[in-house]
């Protein structure tokens, strides 16, 4: 149980993250958004590493935190590009997929884990579910439907980050989520020198989101981290990625949107699919 409301807590750090990053992405640019995210990131996994007593992680540990950060600043840059045009239909339903499906099969693959039915049953649920809840309504546009690479991309990087991360011991504590803070930083520290100076100019609310958004993300990584070491990677991974449900709920409660009937029963599948993987 303490595993799965890690992972459900994960998935909710990372559904509100994701809400305030694609408000920060439509205002500033998407490289801009993720570097700043992860600055505000390595402040808060530092703190949390140094607070949480543990043994001496050893260098492995590092690394897979490190490899792991890579895969963040991956599927954070194209899952911010695909929002920055307003592809938030297809990007975010497409990325949730396509990790969920990604490491839950490479855990599975890679390692001696086995789902229960009850479990697999549930991820083959929340599959279906996460796409009704994100797309809402059928996406018909041209600027809609090119949203669909970005989110292929961005699922890849999120699942190598789940994986990666889930490879770090126990006795690590909480520095390769730190380390993996830092890998994100360098490899976006890289991706500035391809974008135009004027790119960089922001006012500063959607500086802030960003900071916001980043903070927010590195805590749900903490508390995925955590669930892998009550839970086997694939469940964890699958409870984590329900996080677009989260967006969707912000938008009724604080936006007041309504629902679609996709999204009724994409969000009725989600709850069924999360009490399968809890059993």
Same mark, same amino acid.
């Given at each position: 149980?303490?595993?799965?409301?890690?992972?459900?807590?994960?998935?909710?750090?990372?559904?509100?993250?994701?809400?305030?990053?694609?408000?920060?992405?439509?205002?500033?640019?998407?490289?801009?958004?993720?570097?700043?995210?992860?600055?505000?990131?390595?402040?808060?996994?530092?703190?949390?590493?140094?607070?949480?007593?543990?043994?001496?992680?050893?260098?492995?540990?590092?690394?897979?935190?490190?490899?792991?950060?890579?895969?963040?600043?991956?599927?954070?840059?194209?899952?911010?590009?695909?929002?920055?045009?307003?592809?938030?239909?297809?990007?975010?339903?497409?990325?949730?997929?396509?990790?969920?499906? /990604?490491?839950? /099969?490479?855990?599975?693959?890679?390692?001696?884990?086995?789902? &229960?039915?009850?479990?697999?049953?549930?991820?083959?649920?929340?599959?279906?579910? /996460?796409?009704?809840?994100?797309?809402?309504?059928?996406?018909?546009?041209?600027?809609?439907?090119?949203?669909?690479?970005?989110?292929?991309?961005?699922?890849?990087?999120?699942?190598?980050?789940?994986?990666?991360?889930?490879?770090?011991?126990?006795?690590?504590?909480?520095?390769?989520?730190?380390?993996?803070?830092?890998?994100? /930083?360098?490899?976006?520290?890289?991706?500035?020198?391809?974008?135009?100076?004027?790119?960089?100019?922001? &006012?500063?609310?959607?500086?802030?989101?960003?900071?916001?958004?980043?903070?927010?993300?590195?805590?749900?990584?903490?508390?995925?981290?955590?669930?892998?070491?009550?839970?086997?990677?694939?469940?964890?991974?699958?409870?984590?990625?329900?996080?677009?449900?989260?967006?969707?709920?912000?938008?009724?409660?604080?936006?007041?949107?309504?629902?679609?009937?996709?999204?009724?029963?994409?969000?009725?599948?989600?709850?069924?699919?999360?009490?399968?993987?809890?059993?």
């Amino acid at each position: 149980m303490t595993g799965w409301l890690f992972a459900l807590g994960s998935a909710l750090f990372y559904g509100t993250s994701d809400f305030v990053g694609g408000l920060a992405s439509r205002r500033a640019h998407y490289v801009v958004v993720a570097l700043l995210g992860q600055l505000a990131g390595l402040v808060v996994a530092g703190i949390a590493a140094v607070v949480v007593i543990g043994p001496s992680p050893t260098a492995a540990d590092l690394w897979w935190g490190a490899l792991s950060g890579v895969g963040t600043a991956a599927g954070m840059v194209f899952l911010f590009r695909g929002m920055s045009h307003g592809a938030m239909s297809v990007v975010v339903p497409t990325s949730a997929v396509t990790g969920i499906a /990604l490491s839950a /099969l490479a855990s599975v693959a890679l390692g001696d884990e086995r789902p &229960s039915l009850l479990a697999w049953a549930g991820i083959a649920i929340a599959v279906p579910a /996460l796409w009704w809840v994100s797309s809402g309504r059928q996406a018909t546009t041209e600027a809609h439907s090119g949203g669909a690479g970005d989110g292929l991309l961005a699922g890849v990087g999120i699942a190598v980050q789940y994986l990666a991360l889930a490879q770090a011991s126990a006795d690590a504590g909480l520095w390769p989520v730190a380390t993996g803070r830092v890998g994100a /930083l360098c490899v976006l520290a890289g991706a500035l020198l391809f974008v135009g100076r004027q790119t960089l100019r922001a &006012s500063r609310a959607p500086l802030a989101l960003a900071l916001a958004s980043g903070a927010l993300a590195a805590a749900a990584l903490i508390s995925y981290f955590l669930a892998t070491h009550h839970q086997i990677v694939a469940i964890a991974v699958a409870l984590a990625s329900l996080y677009p449900v989260i967006p969707v709920l912000l938008g009724i409660l604080v936006l007041h949107e309504r629902l679609t009937r996709r999204q009724t029963i994409g969000l009725v599948a989600a709850g069924s699919a999360t009490l399968l993987m809890a059993g």
